[in-house]
């Protein structure tokens, strides 16, 4: 079973930094392309950045593009999301995904459609 674990969210004023983690259990994790996305309340599922599997390229939302930057540890099987800069908007429920490429297809992914497997969230909330 593959599971999926966020942690790292939290309250912080506007300006401020976090970093979310997520830990991957139950596949090899050095053949996960990973993403982030966050949802708001009353509001869809968006992009935030992503990753491929061989840590070589990565892609961000605009929104958060030079101000968010994601990373992995494929020895600690985590990724992570260093959060700077922080915005009243970028308060949300921030969720980790996971899609199996079987080391064929080495690109990044930005549709959630695209991921096959979520960790349960975790909340981000940035005051003003």
């Known amino acids: 079973q593959v599971l999926l674990v966020e942690s790292g969210g939290g309250l912080v004023q506007a300006g401020g930094s976090l970093r979310l983690s997520c830990v991957v259990s139950?596949?090899?994790?050095?053949?996960?392309?990973m993403g982030w996305f966050r949802q708001a309340p009353g509001k869809e599922r968006n992009f935030v950045a992503a990753i491929n599997w061989s840590n070589s390229a990565t892609g961000y939302g605009d929104s958060v593009r030079g101000r968010f930057t994601i990373s992995r540890d494929n020895a600690k099987n985590t990724m992570y999301l260093q959060m700077n800069s922080l915005k009243p908007e970028d308060t949300a429920v921030y969720y980790c995904?996971?899609?199996?490429?079987?080391?064929?297809?080495?690109?990044?992914?930005?549709?959630?459609?695209?991921?096959?497997?979520w960790g349960q969230g975790t909340q981000v909330t940035v005051s003003s």
């Open positions: 995904a996971a899609f199996d490429t079987a080391y064929n297809a080495n690109y990044y992914y930005i549709r959630p459609s695209d991921y096959g497997y």
């Open positions: 139950g596949h090899t994790f050095g053949s996960l392309a």
